[in-house]
T-cell receptor, first 112, second 114 residues
Framework: DADVTQTPRNRITKTGKRIMLECSQTKGHDRMYWYRQDPGLGLRLIYYSFDVKDINKGEISDGYSVSRQAQAKFSLSLESAIPNQTALYFC???????????FGPGTRLTVL | GENVEQHPSTLSVQEGDSAVIKCTYSDSASNYFPWYKQELGKRPQLIIDIRSNVGEKKDQRIAVTLNKTAKHFSLHITETQPEDSAVYFCAATKGSSGTYKYIFGTGTRLKVLA
């Protein structure tokens, strides 16, 4: 089945380290998104990309950067991780014809 | 800026009773309103959605209503079952064919008590 996958699924790191979270999809969708989920705050958009040459900031992009290496791959980087970036991170995709977003399984990141 | 408010943050109901979750959006140009269900440890998944040209949509035990004038929409679950226990998120977006970003509500944790 076509799917959205994320690696790693869990990561513990230390303050100041550089971290990359990867997202791959086999759905053939053009649109890809990175969200952060915190208890009581819902899903907040970090970055989104509508095609390989298009990158847009979301509502909480500070401290994060992204790379759209191909239609199927969208990576999120934390250049210098800090403890308040501890959260559950979701990648999502959507296609041109439908508004539905398909989420990956999530990456639980802990910054000590 | 654009905002979606969701209430309540937690909701407990007895099995068989109905549950209602409400969301209010700020951008009057929003035209697509999905609801996502997230079970414990799982990814969010779409359960129902509604577009701005429709006032109500139903799918078995779940329904969504939209009041464009008041800028609010609601999720209704009837005859609740233990498997309905999850976190539910509403969202709003605008533009055709997903050309704009989603704004999610903060979520409602629904507990269905057996």
């Amino acid at each position: 089945d076509a799917d959205v996958t994320q690696t790693p699924r869990n990561r513990i790191t230390k303050t100041g380290k550089r971290i990359m979270l990867e997202c791959s999809q086999t759905k053939g969708h053009d649109r890809m998104y990175w969200y952060r989920q915190d208890p009581g705050l819902g899903l907040r958009l970090i970055y989104y990309s509508f095609d390989v040459k298009d990158i847009n900031k979301g509502e909480i992009s500070d401290g994060y950067s992204v790379s759209r290496q191909a239609q199927a791959k969208f990576s999120l980087s934390l250049e210098s991780a800090i403890p308040n970036q501890t959260a559950l991170y979701f990648c999502a995709t959507s296609d041109l014809d439908r508004n539905e977003q398909f989420f990956g399984p999530g990456t639980r990141l802990t910054v000590l | 800026g654009e905002n979606v408010e969701q209430h309540p943050s937690t909701l407990s109901v007895q099995e068989g009773d109905s549950a209602v979750i409400k969301c209010t959006y700020s951008d009057s140009a929003s035209n697509y309103f999905p609801w996502y269900k997230q079970e414990l440890g799982k990814r969010p998944q779409l359960i129902i959605d509604i577009r701005s040209n429709v006032g109500e949509k139903k799918d078995q035990r779940i329904a969504v209503t939209l009041n464009k004038t008041a800028k609010h929409f609601s999720l209704h679950i009837t005859e609740t079952q233990p498997e309905d226990s999850a976190v539910y998120f509403c969202a709003a977006t605008k533009g055709s064919s997903g050309t704009y970003k989603y704004i999610f509500g903060t979520g409602t944790r629904l507990k269905v008590l057996a």
